[in-house]
């Protein structure tokens, strides 16, 4: 095979290099989705695999969740600023979760696998896996009324947990200390690294037979290709400066929305999106970080401008993100930022397509449910004495399109993330599930209909059970679009009275 | 071997086919019937109208599902498929079973007789019956089924189709079952009624083995992969005729390829699949099947190349065939490079035109700036990487190692792809069997008789029971015996295999572990962890349990494949012509063609060949090797590693 450098590939030979580096992308997700023990990865699928260049340039990616998608690159970026590449070795599986190395928030571990060929580090292998606990004051770690980050449990800057040589004891057992649910999260670890060990060994067979030169080269044409299409879907919106707005309905401490605002100025086949009117940091735990105002950039432009091109580091090259220090998306690492990866990251999806109705309204879905709906319960099962954390999302109804009315209880945009089965639940937690049905005609009226929501009652089984939530959507409900009327809002209901607002438990209000 | 075309009536068709070969249906002692009755229906959406009853509170399952999407950044998402069972036919009965699988809301004869009511008022012929937990206790589901007896000829009741907990995916599977119930219960009841006593019917089902009419009429779904299942089984059978213990059998047709993993002789089962967008969990091969095939079309996309998963089908088909196709495709390439002749006829109508191919492909060659040779090798190249990635799963999922496997290529364009797919992953070893091209009935007539069935057993490591374990064992062993014994095998002949479902207490996917007598605690421990660290490298000393148990009882087949085989072997070994062909490097070699039917046993030649039979055409590609064996399968030997 050629692998003198600097010279392109034929195009045959680089599809044939994309392909397999998908494959490997793919097969990281199979990998750890079979293995893993916490039902929130074997279950639900709350995980995302990727791959990126040597400098953190998004290769390849699983089919998995935008959200945890958008920031693989800068996870990678990031930790290279905190760890150069000559402490890496081969063998090497780092584990990070700081919003702040390129992240989003704490609960999404990244493992980190550097892949070695002809004595340079080629490649990194990324495995993001949600964890159904990392420590801080409340299980599941979604502390709804938190007001600073060592709230919202353990900070893992870059740590190498696996060598070559082996496990690392001592610091696995840091990490195994500061949660809840010890035996699970352990198995949760060595998933990830399994996945990230069988991309190291696929892409070793790969450069092996291609040459390192020959696949940096087609790495680089794949990025090219992936640019110039997103380049082209831009130029094909007119150009303009659009704005638009969404609104939190509040951060679980201060009793007022909070305001998400984009300018997107489309000019020729460039875009920027500039987040600077958004409003100040939040006191609670809604604050974004500005990777995930990348990966909600990057989300809706795929969405609607290329969904059938490569995702790539190539894509967001023509994207420009400002965010301002100190506002919401881009906030001081102090500050709690749980809620913001699925809650604000949505909201400024939002934002981004209000901003685009006044040129591509066909193109857009009404306002689903953009919240993750989320409950956790906590608590130890009187049938088994052990630990359990339960973390459930819940989808409402899909927005309705120019076409056809929504579809019922589908998780939009940035999520993906599955539903625990009500039989699962009952296996292994001590909840029953009582009702879990469609909200007829709770969709926004119009033209067309937005979806059916759903609704899910649960009972508590054990005599002592923490429950968290974390519902957005429940003041500010799911907005038409171009005339038709807004869907029904989320509600959470504690024995038959209204919960704070989608947040239990938070300050009364 | 004889073959009718198909017949709107089957039982007609089976009546012509022994007329074919001069029987009367009296003389045949066993059918062996394949079918895609039933994915037919569900493909089309051909299926009974139902009613559903289901736990109060749970009516709405089907619609909920899963609630995840599977396009990630597309906006106009693929709305899912209709529920199976429309709202106003499903109904809630009031009752409740725990998470341990006790009662804590009785079912009562009174709300049993409302059922039956309301489902009278319905007026469909079948009923699905899906509780909560009744993959624990079936109790209610059994009272509810016998309440509707004289209501509707059919009834499904999930914990016997598919006793695993998951509410939607069981709740579908038994919706679907109950579907197909009316159409293939009646078919098999006026085939078994023509047939008599004296024949005995064997339904290949789509883990690929038999199963009763009996059980088939009342577990129709177990028949939604029964065609590949054919296939992969007749893959599995010549892959214990020449002891190949790791074997991916790669079926390449027209549209679609469908690749599947054997390990020592066993074909892989995956409970867990989707057909028509609705889930399916019933033991079925575990086939990736992947939207490319000769007909994928090559397309530019700006400065890249795209290979399908456009297709041209069957028509207009490939632009070689001259039916008004303009667009590169797979199959043109293959004509370009010289690996069919310009000029053959396929099926009587078509006439392949190695110009017409040639036109489609000059644009491509143009836009890239290489040769039309160059072009249709590459786009050759792009058709095996997608290949690959499917090879690439399939053996990821079960722990093979690929490179330790032995391709078995058969379908219409599997042969032709074999050796350059092979070479790219590192397989050094390809077979295109005897009748590649009609395998799957091949596969029906070769394959072992043998009935599987499996139970849930929820054996915890903790709580060890060797004597349980053993006795259902032997009790699914003695249900799985009786229609081979009243088929006139004989009892000593049997082959009993028990496997266990194993899984670390509260993990999701479960491996299989050959389980055997004394089923001693220490060797089955042994045996999952070694396993578990093969397929996912870990292996823990937490508890795990047999979460299902799955027996396998099986005959030798009663038909001598050899006896087959060696009858057609011949004895030319001269090439019926020399032709200029292009292979990988872009050299023009002058290549022999031989005919497959006159090769003698033993026949040997280094590549580049091809080898053509009335089916299909085996390339060996330069550096390759082929050789016929005794039982007429042809051997290749791909050198090892890229070129």
């Known amino acids: 095979m050629n692998s003198e450098p600097n010279v392109r590939p034929d195009p045959f030979t680089i599809e044939v290099i994309r392909n397999a580096l998908t494959a490997i992308a793919e097969e990281m997700s199979l990998v750890i989705m079979r293995s893993a023990r916490s039902p929130l990865l074997r279950e639900a699928g709350d995980l995302s695999s990727a791959l990126t260049d040597a400098e953190g340039g998004l290769i390849a990616q699983g089919r998995d969740i935008p959200a945890h998608l958008g920031i693989m690159g800068s996870t990678v970026q990031e930790f290279l600023k905190r760890v150069p590449k000559e402490r890496l070795q081969p063998g090497d599986v780092w584990f990070l979760n700081l919003p702040e190395v390129g992240g989003n928030h704490l609960p999404d571990v990244k493992a980190i ?36 980050a060592w709230q919202e449990g353990l900070r893992i800057s870059p740590l190498r947990v696996f060598t070559a ?103 020729g086949d460039a875009a920027t999106f500039d987040f600077r009117e958004t409003d100040d940091a939040a006191k609670g735990p809604l604050n974004a970080t500005p990777f995930t105002a990348g990966a909600s950039v990057f989300y809706a432009m795929k969405a609607i401008a290329g969904p059938d091109i490569q995702p790539n580091a190539g894509c967001g090259r023509p994207l420009k993100v400002i965010t301002r220090p100190g506002s919401l998306v881009n906030p001081p690492y102090s500050r709690p930022v749980v809620g913001g990866n699925h809650e604000t990251s949505q909201r400024m999806v939002d934002a981004i397509f209000k901003a685009l109705e006044a040129v591509v309204p066909e193109r857009l879905s009404a306002g689903g449910s953009t919240t993750s709906g989320l409950l956790l319960f906590g608590g130890t099962d009187p049938r088994t004495g052990k630990w359990t954390t339960l973390y459930e999302v819940h989808a409402g109804g899909e927005g309705a399109r120019a076409e056809r009315d929504g579809g019922p209880t589908a998780r939009p945009h940035m999520s993906n993330v599955m539903n625990t089965p009500a039989e699962i639940i009952e296996a292994f937690y001590p909840i029953r599930i009582e009702r879990q049905a469609l909200r007829h005609g709770s969709g926004g009226q119009g033209r067309h209909h937005g979806g059916p929501g759903q609704e899910r009652h649960y009972r508590i089984l054990a005599p002592e059970m923490s429950m968290t939530s974390m519902v957005e959507r429940c003041v500010i409900p799911p907005y038409g679009l171009q005339g038709g009327a807004p869907g029904n809002p989320s509600r959470s209901l504690w024995n038959g009275r209204m919960a704070n607002a989608g947040r239990y438990p938070a300050r009364p209000m | 071997m004889g073959k009718v075309l198909s017949q709107t009536d089957p039982v007609a068709g089976i009546i012509a086919a022994c007329g074919s070969v001069g029987l009367e249906l009296s003389d045949v002692s066993d059918i062996m019937h394949g079918t895609t009755m039933a994915t037919n229906a569900i493909v089309e959406g051909r299926l009974a109208p139902i009613a559903l009853i289901a736990t109060e509170g749970f009516a709405e399952v089907l619609d909920i599902g899963r609630q995840n999407r599977r396009e990630l950044y597309k906006m106009a998402v693929t709305p899912r498929p209709d529920p199976l069972v429309p709202r106003n036919r499903r109904l809630e009965a009031r009752q409740r079973t725990d998470a341990q699988g006790a009662e804590i809301t009785a079912l009562t004869g009174a709300e049993i007789a409302r ?27 059994t009272r509810i089924g ?7 000829p059919f009834v499904a009741l999930s914990h016997q189709l598919n006793p695993e907990p998951r509410e939607y995916e069981r709740t579908n599977s038994t919706a ?43 577990r129709p779904l177990a028949l ?25 059998s790669f079926d390449m047709g027209g549209t679609t390829t469908d690749v599947s993993v054997i390990v020592d002789g066993k074909v892989q089962i995956d409970s867990n699949q989707r057909m028509a967008g609705y889930p399916i969990r019933q033991m079925m091969v575990a086939v990736e099947t992947i939207g490319a095939g000769g007909g994928s079309i090559a397309r530019r996309d700006g400065t890249a190349v795209r290979v399908g998963p456009d297709s041209a089908g069957a028509n207009p088909g490939p632009a070689c065939y001259g039916l008004g196709g303009t667009q590169p495709t797979v199959a043109d390439a293959n004509i370009i490079l010289g690996y069919i002749e310009s000029g053959r006829e396929l099926g009587g109508t078509v006439r392949l035109d190695i110009k017409k191919a040639e036109a489609a492909f000059a644009p491509l060659a143009k836009a890239f700036g290489t040769s039309i040779h160059d072009a249709a090798l590459g786009v050759r190249r792009v058709a095996n990487a997608n290949m690959a990635r499917a090879l690439r799963r399939v053996t990821v999922e079960h722990g093979v190692d690929a490179r330790a496997c032995t391709l078995l290529a058969f379908g219409g364009a599997g042969p032709m792809h074999a050796v350059s797919l092979a070479r790219e992953f590192g397989i050094q070893n390809v077979v295109v069997p005897r009748f590649s091209s009609a395998f799957s009935a091949f596969g029906c007539m070769t394959a072992e008789m043998s009935y599987a069935e499996q139970r849930p057993l929820h054996l ?32 000593d002949r049997l082959r009993v295999e028990v496997a266990g479902l194993l899984r670390y207490t509260g993990q999701s996917d479960a491996v299989e572990v050959p389980l055997a007598a004394p089923y001693d605690l220490a060797a089955v421990d042994t045996a999952f962890k070694a396993i578990h660290q093969r397929l996912y490298g870990f292996a823990t000393d937490e508890a795990w349990e047999v979460d299902t148990l799955r027996v396998t009882v099986s005959a030798p087949p009663k038909q001598d494949v050899s006896a087959l085989a060696t009858d057609a072997a011949g004895t030319a070994t001269e090439p019926v012509a020399i032709r200029k062909c292009w292979f990988e490097g872009g050299s023009e070699l002058d290549t022999p063609y031989f005919d497959r039917d006159q090769l003698p046993v033993d026949w040997k030649i280094a590549g580049p060949a091809i080898i053509e039979d009335a089916w299909s055409t085996i390339i060996v590609d330069p550096g390759a090797t082929a050789w016929v064996d005794a039982h007429a399968h042809l051997h290749i030997a791909v050198e090892a590693g890229r070129k």
């Not at chain 1, 002809?118 to 502390?143: K, M, N």
């Not at chain 1, 290709?225 to 939190?248: C, K, N, T, V, W």
């Not at chain 2, 010549?238 to 074997?247: S, Y």
């Open chain 2, 176 to 218: 679907m079952n109950a579907a197909l119930m009316p159409l293939v219960a009646r078919y098999l009841k006026r085939l078994v009624d023509r047939l008599g006593s004296q024949t005995g019917l064997h339904m290949f089902h789509s883990a690929g083995g038999m199963a009763s009419a009996d059980s088939i009429s009342s």
């Open chain 2, 224 to 248: 939604a992969l029964s065609g590949p299942a054919a296939g992969v089984a007749a893959a599995a059978s010549v892959a214990r005729r020449l002891n190949l213990d790791r074997v991916i």
């Open chain 2, 146 to 152: 016998r309440g509707l007896e004289g209501v509707v």
């Open chain 1, 165 to 267: 040589e082996g496990t690392d004891h001592e610091k696995l057992e840091i990490i195994l200390s500061n949660v809840r649910g010890r035996e699970e999260r352990e198995g949760d670890i060595l998933a990830q690294m399994a996945a990230t060990r069988s991309a190291d060994e696929r892409l070793q067979e790969l450069f092996a037979s291609y040459g390192a030169a020959t696949v940096q080269a087609a790495i680089a044409d794949i990025h090219d290709q992936s640019e110039r299409q997103m380049r082209a879907a831009i130029r094909e919106i007119p150009d303009g400066e659009y704005f638009g707005e969404d609104f939190l309905d509040h951060d679980g401490i201060d009793d007022h929305p909070i305001g998400v605002r984009v300018r997107v100025t489309i000019k």
């Open chain 2, 460 to 491: 915890q490591s903790g709580v060890w029971s060797a004597n349980d374990l053993s006795e259902t064992a032997a009790r699914m062993a003695e249900r799985l015996t009786d229609p081979l014994l009243k088929s006139g095998c004989a009892r």
């Open chain 2, 115 to 141: 059922l039956a009511r309301e489902v009278k008022a319905l007026g469909v012929e079948s009923v699905a019956v899906s509780l909560i937990h009744s993959y624990l206790n079936g109790d209610h589901e």
């Open chain 1, 113 to 148: 696998r550097p892949v070695f060929a002809e004595g340079a580090v080629q490649a990194f292998a990324v495995c993001l896996a949600h964890w159904a606990d990392i420590g801080g004051a409340r299980p599941g770690s979604y502390v709804p009324d938190a007001r600073d």
